[in-house]
């Protein structure tokens, strides 16, 4: 069974940071994205690594936010900073196994995040 757990998520004024987790269990992590969705907006992809440790940003949060990634635990980061308003959203680890071809993803239930202004 695999799991996608994220936690860090909270309640930020404007220009405070925060630090999301994702940790996963059942398989080796692969390539690693965060997604977030705001009340009435689709799905918004923010940041992702490759299993290389390849990054990659949405414009919206270049500069601001990071992505990092420990293997050895098995977990996923995004450090936010200089948070807006616009930023909030309920925030998704999106997994994939490092030895599955096929590239199946696993997401998580997500964690919220309100930057109030």
């Known amino acids: 069974q695999v799991l996608v757990e994220e936690s860090g998520g909270g309640w930020v004024q404007t220009g405070g940071s925060l630090r999301l987790s994702c940790v996963v269990s059942?398989?080796?992590?692969?390539?690693m994205k965060w997604f977030r969705q705001a009340p009435g907006k689709q799905h918004e992809s923010v940041a992702n690594?490759?299993?290389?440790?390849?990054?990659n940003y949405a414009d919206s949060v270049k500069g601001r936010f990071i992505i990092s990634k420990d293997d050895a635990k098995n977990t996923v980061y995004l450090q936010m900073h200089s948070l807006r308003p616009e930023d909030t959203a309920v925030y998704y680890c999106?997994?994939?196994?490092?030895?599955?071809?096929?590239?199946?993803?696993?997401w998580g239930q997500g964690t919220q995040v309100t930057v109030s202004s």
């Open positions: 690594i490759s299993k290389h440790s390849l990054t």
């Open positions: 999106v997994a994939t196994d490092l030895n599955d071809p096929d590239g199946s993803e696993y």
């Open positions: 059942g398989i080796k992590i692969g390539d």
